[in-house]
Every structure is written in C-alpha cells, then in structure tokens.
C-alpha cells in the first residue's frame, strides 16, 4: 500500500459508507456498515462498485463498551480482532489488536487532554461546535513493546469525516491489514468525535 491513506466518510448518510485510497487516490478499500443490526456488522470491498467482498468485521455481542469485533476473510478464515479496553477508553480511546488469543498490538489515543476538553466544551453552544472542529482525535499503532508502527489521525471538515493514516515504521503484511481492521472499526466508533 502506498501512505498516506485517507479514509473520507459523509457525515449525514443512513448507514455508513467509507471509502479508503491510497497516495496515487486510488480506492483500495469501501467500507461498509450493515444500518439496523444489534450487533455491529462491518463488510469490506475491493471497490466503491462492492464487486469483490474481501473482510468482515462483526461484533461478539450487542453494542457494549468492551465488544470484541472479530475479522475474518471472504472465506470465513479468522484474521484476528480488535477489543475496547474498557474502562481505560473512558480517558481515551485504547484498544487491543489480537491474534491467536494474544496482544498483538495496542491502540492508543495519542493525546487524552483532546478527549477530555472535547467532553467539556462540546456541550457549550457554538463553542461546542469549534471544538468539535478543531479538537481532533489521533491514535497511535503500536507493538506491546512500544514500537509505532500506524498513525491515524482526523482531520478538520464540515460535512465529511475524513482520516489520515500514515506508516511510521515497517511491519509484515499480515499485521499491516490486521491493523488497518482494526483502524477501520476505530472509525467507525469515533467517528463523531472532533
């Protein structure tokens, strides 16, 4: 894959659609988000025409702050899953990659600060909005051992939701996508933050 990706979303659609390219601004990836089930059920494309279905990512249990939202190929063969690190989230965004039972790598908010000004203006108006605005999430792929490896962060934008995701250091393909995955579902659960 060529970095810096960009994931861009529209922000007042039923059921959400997301779109993945690469540097060169081809679509590598459309994300999309079964409307209506009780537990999140994510399907992964190789084109914005859904002609070749690639991953899925399905929730282990109805909405719940530590779901574990497992990945498996067309195939139905298991890459892994991601999981909300529960109480920890309420301070910022943390979550755990694992694979074969085992953490593989963690996800963390890079700056908490954000989350926790972002909860307190946000409910003052106007300055509310400029906070959304302007607050915006990043969160850090790295090894147990400390290691970045991913960079997603949000950018600014009015009626789209968009994230940029950059390589920071070098990984084997298998975690590459694994951690993409897990980025994906990320989106899908932060989204309508900053």
Do not use: C
């Not at 690469?22 to 079964?34: C, E, G, L, P, T």
């Not at 203006?121 to 959304?132: K, M, T, V």
């Not at 960079?151 to 390589?167: I, R, S």
């Amino acid at each position: 894959m060529q970095y810096p990706l960009q994931l861009t979303f529209k922000l007042l659609t039923l059921g959400q659609r997301i779109v993945a390219k690469d540097a060169s601004d081809n679509v590598i990836m459309f994300i999309k988000q079964k409307m209506f089930k009780l537990k999140e059920s994510v399907e992964i494309y190789n084109d914005t025409k859904q002609s070749q279905l690639i991953f899925r990512i399905q929730a282990d249990r109805v909405i719940d702050f530590s779901a574990n939202y497992s990945f498996s190929d067309a195939q139905g063969h298991q890459w892994g899953s991601v999981r909300r690190h529960g109480m920890r989230s309420l301070w910022a965004a943390h979550y755990q990659v694992i694979q074969d039972g085992q953490v593989d790598m963690e996800i963390r908010e890079e700056s908490p600060m954000k989350k926790v000004l972002e909860s307190l203006l946000g409910e003052i108006p106007l300055i509310g909005l400029a906070a959304i605005y302007l607050l915006n999430p990043s969160f850090i792929v790295t090894r147990p051992d400390g290691t970045p490896l991913l960079k997603l962060t949000k950018k600014p934008a009015v009626f789209e939701g968009k994230f940029v995701l950059e390589k920071l250091n070098e990984m084997p393909e298998d975690d590459e996508l694994r951690s993409l995955m897990a980025l994906i579902m990320i989106v899908l659960l932060e989204r309508r933050r900053g």
